[in-house]
């Protein structure tokens, strides 16, 4: 560390260097950022902070960016940008990022403070723009309050119900001097247990029980609650569900796992969650995705629901036995209280529905099919233990069914908003959070080349990311609604690509391209030996090809499809 | 039915804008409104709106997360406000 971030006590300094400072005091070592005019001052500080930032090449991939770092790690994400166009290009990620409670810090610089409120260049109301994308923003005018600051806007992103906060700061505050000592790290509060009353009640209903699921959210990730999620399924035997964004909570490839529920999840876990009598569900807030219809959504079901984020509870399903606080404190208090229900016949009727819908594929010969292309990577990486991140999108939805995980922050994705753009930049952030573990980003071609540009920076910082673009040669997931829900009225959704794999060469990257199954597995063995760098594999895959289970928005459950009506006859390969 | 939030926040600029935009995100109109304090201190905000009972109660959860927002009381039962019998007039806009 330079000596300019040893400062001593009350030692005068410029607002910008002693908030680099506070950001290596919060363990801050990678940022996601552009520069800008107005953020100069603080580049300038960062220059010589032992950071390593990390030059996007638009600022919406600094907020995945981050985003990814904080999922991979545990820890918040940082973005920087400048004023204005910079500003506002972070929303879509922070609107990701509150959605799906990631703990991101984003810092924008602001025009000077005398030209507030009278648009000069690159001056916008970043404060106004991002409030509903945050869990709370600042705009801080005051130079001396400028570390302190930051300080809470750390605490804020992790703390609670994690997710993204905004520190929005003037040039000329940045570059005011003021008296500064380090701080120390804030601690955080202790996490909120539930109501013990509430608890007793709650167990006594998991303990009669006759047909209990365990409904498992991104909640249990974010608290750190794996562990105790084990232990309780273990101890009970209930089925184990998991949403989108709680893949790796529960290993998928355990026995009491049913795999994803919701509109593109597993039959069986569909009807085991619509036909369970008590459903328990730990960090996961019945989403439109998961339910469906909310008025036939498992109508015979009580509800126990914890979660740290009060507004969840009851919001969109009425919760019999709400208890109120961080899932994994939760579940502490819980797991004494518990006694096994008799759920022997539950299962039968679980492993009936196994048997009568399991997830599986039908064999191609000649072209690729996108679940053959995630089912091969799969099993040949899986002892690799890799970080997966994917885009949005029908390969999205393959993926969380066909890419088994076993652990927690191995599945990054956007689920809430479903942001595409969103995977390879997270990617590369989960690179610089995890430098030790592969990293997979699984991409269709539509999304990869919304935010593709980020190939340039993982090039520069010599990243051995694994990109595989899925090539449907158009938006599948819209084709697949006009394709079912519009008559096949096909409009706007086919894709004159480019050669994606000359793509990342022209980047600097190693590019292969496969279009036949008998090549896939040479071809991700190529990929997977290029070091000091990213490695491209373009995959032309099966263009028609729809994505099932499905049940169309907003209808019942009840309405789902298990396979393609096309394909109904041809034989399947489970998985 | 006629629901009031006494709402205790601090009063920064800012925070009259994120506590809108709590209502208008549940698509509930504020009928009333009334707020007191001086800047850098506590303001008491007093608001009233039509909203069922589930929505209140979701509209008080939501204001709690808010940071600057310190408590939410209900007074729907004792009505902060006479009925709205306004003394403004409204001119039209004109070019």
């Known amino acids: ?22 950001l290596v005091a919060q363990g801050v070592s990678h940022i996601f950022g552009h520069p800008g005019g107005a953020s100069l001052p603080l580049y300038d500080a960062l220059l010589s902070a032992p950071i390593t930032h990390l030059l996007m090449r638009h600022e ?31 929303i879509t990620g922070l609107a990701d990022a509150m959605l799906d409670s990631t703990p991101i810090v984003a810092i924008t610089a602001q025009v000077a403070t005398p030209l507030l409120g009278r648009d000069g260049f690159q001056e916008a109301d970043i404060l106004g723009m991002t409030a509903p994308v945050t869990k709370h923003n600042w705009l801080v005018l005051e130079p001396q309050e400028l570390p302190g600051t930051i300080r809470e806007a750390f605490r804020l992103a992790s703390s609670g119900r994690p997710g993204p906060v905004l520190v929005d700061v003037p040039r000329d505050v940045l570059q005011a001097e003021i008296a500064w000592e380090e701080g120390s790290v804030t601690a955080s509060l202790p996490p909120r247990r539930a109501d013990p009353v509430g608890l007793r009640r709650a167990a006594f209903a998991i303990s009669n029980a006759k047909r209990p699921i365990l409904y498992v959210g991104g909640g249990v990730i974010s608290s750190g609650a794996s562990a105790e999620l084990r232990r309780l399924a273990k101890k009970t035997r209930i089925p184990v569900t998991t949403t989108l964004m709680g893949k790796g909570a529960y290993p998928e490839t355990d026995a009491l796992s049913v795999g994803m529920l919701g509109m593109h999840g597993t039959a069986y876990a569909n009807w085991a969650m619509n036909g369970s009598d008590l459903i328990i569900a730990v960090g996961a807030r019945f989403d439109d995705r998961i339910t469906g219809k909310l008025a036939t959504f498992a109508p015979h079901a009580k509800v126990v629901h914890i979660d740290i984020d009060e507004v969840e509870i009851g919001k969109n399903r009425k919760a019999d036995y709400p208890l ?29 529905w196994k048997a009568k819908a399991p997830l599986g594929y039908r064999e191609e010969g000649d072209v690729i099919l996108p679940q053959f292309a995630i089912d091969r990577l799969w099993r040949l990486t899986r002892d690799l233990r890799p970080i997966v991140t994917t885009d949005v999108g029908q390969h999205q939805m393959w993926a969380a069914q066909f890419w088994k995980c076993d652990e927690p922050g191995m599945f990054i994705t956007s689920g809430g908003l479903g942001t595409m753009g969103y995977g390879l930049p997270a990617a590369l952030g989960a690179q610089c959070g995890r430098p030790d573990r592969l990293v997979i980003n699984l991409n269709g071609d539509g999304s990869f080349q919304q935010t593709m540009q980020t190939l340039a920076t993982a090039v520069e910082a010599r990243l051995p990311l694994k990109i595989i673009v899925l090539d449907n040669q158009g938006l599948g997931m819209v084709r697949q609604w006009q394709d079912l829900f519009y008559d096949r009225r096909f409009f706007s959704v086919a894709l004159k690509n480019p050669d994606f794999a000359k793509l990342a060469e022209a980047f600097g990257a190693v590019g292969f391209t496969v279009r036949r199954p008998d090549e896939l597995d040479a071809v991700y063995e190529k990929a997977l030996a290029v070091t000091g760098g990213p490695a491209l594999v373009h995959v032309v895959t099966e263009p028609t090809e729809n994505c099932f289970p499905m049940w169309p928005a907003g209808q019942s459950i009840d309405t789902m499809v298990v396979e393609d009506p096309k394909y109904a006859a041809k034989s399947t390969k489970k998985s | 039915m006629e629901q009031v939030f006494e709402i205790t926040a601090n009063h920064v600029p800012g925070m009259l804008a994120r506590v809108e935009s709590i209502f208008r995100r549940q698509r509930t109109a504020i009928r009333g409104f009334f707020l007191e304090g001086g800047e850098g201190s506590a303001a008491h905000l007093t608001i009233t709106a039509e909203a069922s009972s589930d929505v209140a109660n979701l509209l008080r959860k939501q204001l709690m997360r808010l940071v600057d927002v310190h408590a939410v009381a209900d007074s729907s039962q004792t009505r902060a406000f006479a009925p709205p019998e306004s003394s403004f007039t409204f001119k039209e806009k004109t070019a």
């Not at chain 1, 400062?7 to 910008?16: G, I, M, Q, S, Y």
């Not at chain 1, 770092?69 to 204005?84: D, E, F, I, Q, W």
């Not at chain 1, 208090?333 to 009936?352: C, F, N, R, S």
């Open chain 1, 60 to 90: 919406q991939c600094a907020a995945h960016a981050a985003q990814g770092y904080a999922r991979a790690t545990g820890r918040p994400g940082v973005c920087l940008a400048t004023s204005g166009p910079g500003a506002t290009n972070l």
């Open chain 1, 324 to 352: 109120h606080g961080d899932a994994r404190a939760v579940l502490q208090q819980l797991l004494p209280l518990v006694g096994a229900p008799d759920t022997a016949d539950w299962w039968k009727e679980i492993e009936a």
């Open chain 1, 1 to 22: 560390m330079s000596a300019q971030f040893q400062p001593r006590e009350k030692t005068r300094v410029r607002a910008a260097n002693a908030m680099a400072a506070e």
